[in-house]
Every structure is written in structure tokens, then in C-alpha cells.
């Protein structure tokens, strides 16, 4: 991967994108921290409070991807990221839950939108055979700027007042900002035309476009698999260091950002895309059939196993992704990227969102057994992906407009709709 891409609108995203990430890693290490213990929040209802978000976030993603459409991605991102900044400083003053949730709501409607704006962005200033490339490019840059995020948060983590812990918070409001000024050297991306008649949502119409959203958020519970229930299986299931939890993180990390745009290859044509979410629930099913081996072994053949399931975890969770943008992309209308953006990330939200409970239950309550159904379930749903996909073009290719009277362009895979193969690679 180039450590720069070419001058443009990727360079402009890329470099707001790693300034926001960092902000990103500040608070994800640091929030449950500050709301415990600065706060003063139970655990219990900081849980609930972040549950809520989440629910806020998901169900205002596609409204908000429309509103990017018709008002204009490029403001639309650079407003929501300004007032997320504006609103980050309001939680300087939070006291108590409702005090939180009167913020955090209205945070979570922001990022919905600038998140569909950014996708939005993608979609109407660069070229459709650079669109994965670049979505992968900003996914290795989001990493980078994660993992800096939250080395930084370890020094306020280590400190452990109020103080410090506001000016974690201070500093990822300055990232917001600094984010926005950075995107306002991008060109204005046109507007989408308001359609004559019928819905607006016409996302929230494409049932073969949603389908594919579900079954991608049903693979997005990988996530989950790899930040909550492997952590709480090496320490309560095998014999490894409590040390191997940071190894498989630090494996996953630094593959992400080396290999992403590698794994992407490929996957800007619809074809290629849904042949890569099948990969990735072979590739996920492989590691589900490793990870439960170390409940049994021993020692240094423990940690080998460990590493060599966590590589092939990320493989999957690489193509996963790949794939995903590269359908999401392929399937949207050329004046409604905000809003298909804003219902692609609903089905992955969801994932993230059933996840924790879903694959600790398996994991975790039935043990290699629920392993092997976490992975037959990624395989069957990958698997389901390509004729899915298929049906989508086909759906396209034979109706002139969508539900809303906007203008459905042919499918950019460049391939007729038999051509993609349900057949296993």
C-alpha cells in the first residue's frame, strides 16, 4: 500500500479521516473510564446509555444519508463533523445519565450523517474503479489512526483524574474540527435532484439491496467474535498468557493496515465483490474450527494456534469488507449513494449491535460446538451473498426506475447477472 495516495479528493479524505480516527481512539478507550469513574455512572447504565446511542445512530443512518444527498455530502459531512465537535465539549459538563444522553443523542444523529456523507463523497467524486481501493485505503488509515488515539489515551488512563480525563475529551472535540477544515478543500459534490414523485427513502424500498444489507450485517458479528468473546476465551479457556489477548489484537491491527487495500483487489465490480463476502465466510467458518482447538492444547502449540486462527480471522474479516463496499457501491443509484450508504451501514451497525450477546452465547455457553455454528452460520450467510447480488442486478437491469422515480443505472460490474457464480471458489 502506498504510504500516500495520489493528490485529490482520496489524499483530502485520508488525511481527515486519520486527524478524526485519532479522536476516535481517544474516546473509545477512554469513555466507559470517564463515565464511571469521573461521572460517576453504574456500569449497568453506561451499558444502557451506549445501547441507546447505538439504536439512535442505526435508525437515523439512512435520513441522514438522504439529507447528505439533497443538502450535499460535502456540507453535510463538514457540518456534522463541526458540531460534533461543538458537541463533544458539551460533555465536559455531563453530570448524571440523562445529562449524557442529551448529548450523545444528538452525536449520534451527527455521525450518522456525516459517516453517509463521507460514503456519499466517495461515491460522486471519485471514479467507480477507485471507489473500494479508496474505502480500503481509509480503512488502513482509520487503524493507524485508532491504535495513536488510544496509545494517547493511556497516559490520561494513567493518570486517573477528572482532569485528565477532560482533556481526552477537549482533544478528540479538537479533532472533529480539525476534520472539518481539512474537508472543506474538497470540491462540492452535486446534489442529488429531489425525485417528482413517490418515497424519499427509496433505499428503505430496494428489498433485494436490503436483503444483501442484512446478510452483511449478520457477517459483521465478527467483530464481535474477535473483540469480545476471544478475549474472554484465551483468559478462561486456554492455558495462554493473559499477554496473547494484546498479540492477537496488535496481529489483526497491523494486518489491517498492510493488507486491506491488497485484499480490496478485485472488489470494485459487483462480481468480484460477492464472490469476496464468500471468501470471507469460508475464511471465517476456518477460523471457527481453529480457535476452539486451544481449549485442549498446551503451552507454545496454544499460542501457534491462537496467532495462526487470528490470521486467518482477519483474511476473512478483510474480504468481508472488501466486499461489502464494493456491493454497496456497485447496487446504489448515482444520485442516492448517501442514503444506500446510510442503509449499508444500518446492517452492519446491527451486527456490531446483536454481536456481543450472540457470539459469547455460542462461544462461550456451548463451547466447540457453538464455535462450529458460529462458523457453518458465516459460511451459509456468505455463501447467500452471491445469488442475492445476482437478483439485485437483475432486479436493475429490468426495472428503468426505482421505487422513487429516481433513474437506476445498469450495474457496474460490466458482466451480466448470470455471470456471478454461486458455486464455491
Partial sequence: ?????EPGPIRTLATATLI???????????????????????????GLALTLVGLVSLVTSTPAGYLADRLGP???????????????????????????????GPMAILDAAQRAARG???????????????????????NVGITVGAAVAGIGLTVDTRSAYLSL?????????????????????????RAESGPRLIALRDRPFLAFVMLDGLLATNFG??????????????????WMISVVFAVNTVTVVLLQVRAARGTDTITGAARASRRAGFALLTSCLIFPLTAGTHHLLTITLLIVAAMVHVAGELWYSAGGWGISFGLAPDNAHGQYQG??????????MIAPAVVTTLTLGWGTPGWWVLGAAFAAVGCLVPPVVRRAVAHRTSAPTTP??????????????????????
Fill in 1 to 5: 500500500m502506498p504510504l500516500l495516495p
Fill in 20 to 46: 478524526n480516527t485519532i479522536g476516535n481512539g481517544l474516546w473509545m478507550v477512554s469513555s466507559a473510564l470517564f463515565l464511571t469513574r469521573s461521572v460517576g455512572l453504574p456500569v449497568g447504565q453506561v
Fill in 74 to 104: 460535502r456540507s453535510v459531512a463538514i457540518g456534522g463533523l463541526a458540531a460534533l465537535g461543538l458537541c463533544e465539549f458539551g460533555l465536559t459538563g455531563v453530570r448524571s445519565i440523562t445529562g449524557f444522553l442529551l448529548v450523545a
Fill in 120 to 142: 456519499a463523497i466517495i461515491g460522486g467524486c471519485v471514479p467507480p474503479d477507485r471507489r473500494v481501493y479508496t474505502r480500503a485505503y481509509l480503512r488502513s488509515v482509520t
Fill in 169 to 193: 475529551i477537549v482533544a478528540d472535540a479538537a479533532t472533529f474540527l480539525l476534520a472539518a477544515a481539512i474537508l472543506s478543500r474538497l470540491a462540492p459534490v452535486a446534489r442529488a435532484p
Fill in 225 to 242: 467474535l474477535f473483540e469480545v468473546a476471544l478475549p474472554l476465551w484465551i483468559a478462561e479457556r486456554t492455558d495462554a498468557p493473559r
Fill in 343 to 352: 442503509t449499508y451501514a444500518m446492517g452492519h451497525q446491527f451486527g456490531q
Fill in 404 to 425: 422513487g422515480g429516481v433513474a437506476a443505472p445498469p450495474p457496474r460490474s460490466h458482466q451480466s447477472p448470470e455471470s456471478i457464480s454461486t458455486t464455491p471458489e
